[in-house]
């Protein structure tokens, strides 16, 4: 349905983002997380640009913290192993502990340890940003095999204060109504619930950018990042008198990753313009759809009732409902270049509906004769191809009050966009409809 596009070029160029990013330590506020958008701004044509939101700053409740910065980590059992190997995976420590240096007996440790006994190997994502406390995750295989007496633990951890850093990047179309598309940073070592909504979000800024600098683009495109939660909520402080008055649909990019069945989630009534597009282009696919009672990203802030933005989500595999999900198991493995491909290639047939959607105007007194305009078969007969054809011509042309669009016609026709704008482009060509 999209131009003809290199897709696994681009997934090509995403998976190159994440492999670089994958191990720079994440939080809220981090050294980290201003790394990572360096990272990110290198593989975008256009600049970002960052709001750098300081430490202390409080909207409605959320204040921003210092930031967390991991040092190092060690757990030394009484044999004198070492079970912490931050080369190996930055989960270890949980997100936002103190520093400590202390000997701990085994049982006293243990309230201090977190894991998952249904899936042994993994190291789970376990955050605690805003109490004072520490904690390391360990593998459930490890823990299981942990022998009483005395262990030593050092975590050495900095805290001062910093920014919290959102970054976006407006495209202009020829129109001021825009497109909102939005991802996050904040999560450390994991690849699909945190690098493959910032790799497919570069791939489609690339993209539009290039469409904009030709002209092509009817709609303006807003793209947003930053902390999952309490950055979208400060953006929202600083951006939701200007968004809201220009906005037509919008989406959230998170866990696009991998080559599985894509998974609907709507927005808060499922009745938007987003919506409607995203279902459109979903025929295409094999796919399943969630409810918006179990949203969990940032439609939870774009979609609450004092906003209530037309924003839903298309993912590979949803948030929660995949074994892997905040563990270690999310790793580079776990996506693929197929999947990147799959997730890019989706949205930018989202982005080819919302360009060509019309909504045209059929203002002839009964129906037009076709046939003399070539429409319409010569000869009637039941059955054939252009007979076919010329009945969805004359539905189309029964629907086109000024009100009805093309996604519209697709779903009361059952027909895809391309059939039905095509249809259209005939029709205004040779006069019939007008815009």
Request: glycine share 6%.
């Amino acid at each position: 349905m999209s131009e003809n596009v290199d897709f696994q070029q681009d997934a090509k160029a995403a998976m190159d983002f994440c492999i670089q990013a994958f191990q720079i330590p994440r939080s809220i506020v981090s050294k980290g997380n201003l790394d990572s958008m360096s990272v990110l701004e290198s593989f975008l044509i256009p600049k970002i640009n960052f709001i750098d939101i300081p430490s202390g700053t409080d909207f409605n409740g959320w204040t921003v913290p210092n930031e967390w910065n991991l040092v190092s980590a060690s757990l030394v059992s009484p044999n004198g192993e070492e079970l912490i190997d931050l080369e190996l995976s930055n989960l270890y420590v949980v997100v936002g502990s103190q520093s400590i240096d202390a000997i701990f007996e085994l049982q006293e440790l243990l309230s201090h340890i977190h894991t998952r006994s249904d899936l042994p190997t993994a190291i789970p994502y376990v955050t605690s940003y805003y109490s004072k406390t520490w904690g390391v995750c360990l593998p459930y295989s490890v823990v299981e095999t942990l022998e009483a007496g005395d262990y030593r633990v050092r975590i050495s951890t900095t805290s001062p204060p910093g920014v919290m850093r959102l970054g976006e990047i407006f495209i202009p179309g020829r129109e001021d109504t825009e497109v909102f598309f939005s991802t996050y940073f904040c999560h450390p070592q994991m690849a699909n619930n945190e690098l493959s909504g910032p790799a497919v979000w570069m791939s489609l800024v690339n993209s539009l950018w290039k469409k904009s600098l030709r002209n092509e683009l009817r709609y303006s495109y807003r793209f947003y990042i930053g902390p999952e939660t309490i950055g979208a909520i400060h953006y929202l402080s600083l951006r939701r008198t200007e968004i809201s008055k220009s906005i037509v649909a919008g989406y959230v990019l998170t866990c696009v990753g991998v080559d599985s069945d894509l998974v609907f989630m709507p927005s808060r009534y499922g009745m938007t313009l987003a919506d409607r597009v995203a279902e459109l282009a979903l025929l295409n696919y094999e796919f399943k759809r969630s409810d918006f009672l179990k949203r969990g990203s940032d439609e939870r802030q774009w979609c609450s009732p004092a906003i209530n933005w037309p924003v839903c989500s298309v993912m590979t595999n949803k948030y929660h409902d995949y074994p892997e999900y905040h563990t270690s198991l999310d790793d580079l493995g776990f996506i693929s270049e197929a999947g990147l491909s799959k997730s890019i290639k989706f949205y930018s047939e989202i982005i080819y509906i919302l360009e060509r959607n019309r909504i045209y105007i059929n203002n002839n007194v009964g129906e037009p004769k076709l046939d003399s305009l070539g429409l319409y078969p010569n000869i009637n007969k039941d059955g054939n191809t252009s007979h076919l054809e010329a009945r969805n011509i004359l539905n189309i042309l029964n629907m086109l009050d000024g009100k009805t669009d093309t996604i519209q016609i697709c779903k009361s026709l059952s027909l895809n966009f391309q059939e039905v704008e095509s249809l259209l482009g005939r029709l205004h060509a040779a006069g019939v409809i007008t815009l």
